[in-house]
């Protein structure tokens, strides 16, 4: 079945550090790749939507240089926060599309704590 | 406009109760539906999905959902609830071809002993 393995779980970086998270998908071929941020209510933020061999498109609020995302192939994809503050806190969540099945599979999350 | 909304924030059941939560889209086209389950301190497991064809659809652990585009909804309903389905429930809507999704607010279930 298709899956996505998202890691680390957890993450916890001193303020003004940066750390990378990572979403690996199996046993489907993620042609695209969203980045979300949940916040403590609950709500979905999107932070940049990737499709392969394409350019990286990024929401409002969120840049390149601060959350840069690499998608090298239809398996793999990383973001960083770069320079966390407390702002940045809150669960990041990997969603895969499988284009094959019109399907976004998500991650278990990367959740951040920033001291 | 939100294209979607969950218009309970919390629905509180008793074990063994049957189960309906509400979601609403805005789409005048053919939309692509997704209920989601989030349980605490997880991501995102998908229930079911929604393209064409029999409006009622099948998910896991005993998950049903009614997609109608008269009244642009895509209830979830389960017959029988159990403790362990607890959790946050996201209903997420794909309209544009750019891969965009619309998740609502999601429901918080709270099942009783």
């Known amino acids: 079945g298709a899956l996505v393995y998202q890691y680390p779980r957890r993450t916890i970086c001193k303020s003004g550090t940066s750390m990378r998270m990572e979403c690996q998908a199996v046993?489907?071929?993620?042609?695209?790749v969203a980045w979300y941020r949940q916040s403590p209510q609950k709500t979905f933020e999107l932070i940049a939507l990737?499709?392969?061999?394409?350019?990286?498109?990024?929401e409002q609020n969120f840049t390149q240089e601060k959350f840069p995302i690499s998608h090298p192939n239809l398996s793999f994809s990383s973001m960083t926060v770069l320079n966390a503050y407390l702002e940045d806190r809150g669960l990041y969540l990997c969603?895969?599309?499988?284009?094959?099945?019109?399907?976004?599979?998500f991650g278990a999350g990367t959740r951040l704590s920033v001291l | 406009a939100q294209s979607v909304t969950q218009p309970d924030a919390r629905v509180t059941v008793s074990e063994g109760a049957s189960l309906q939560l509400r979601c609403k889209y805005s789409?005048?086209?053919?939309?692509?539906l997704f209920w989601y389950v989030q349980y605490p301190r997880q991501g995102l497991q998908l229930l079911l999905k929604?393209?064409?064809?029999?409006?009622v659809v099948q998910g896991v652990n005993g998950f049903e959902a009614e997609f109608s585009k008269s009244n642009s909804s895509f209830h979830l309903r389960k017959a029988s609830v159990h403790w362990s389905d607890s959790a946050v429930y996201f209903c997420?809507?794909?309209?544009?071809?750019?891969?965009?999704?619309?998740f609502g607010d999601g429901t918080q279930l709270v099942v009783k002993p």
């Open positions: 046993g489907f071929q993620a042609t695209s």
């Open positions: 929604y393209y064409s064809g029999d409006p």
């Open positions: 990737s499709t392969v061999n394409s350019a990286i498109k990024y």
């Open positions: 969603g895969a599309r499988d284009s094959s099945q019109n399907t976004l599979y």
């Open positions: 997420v809507l794909n309209r544009d071809s750019n891969n965009r999704i619309f």
């Open positions: 789409y005048s086209g053919t939309p692509y």
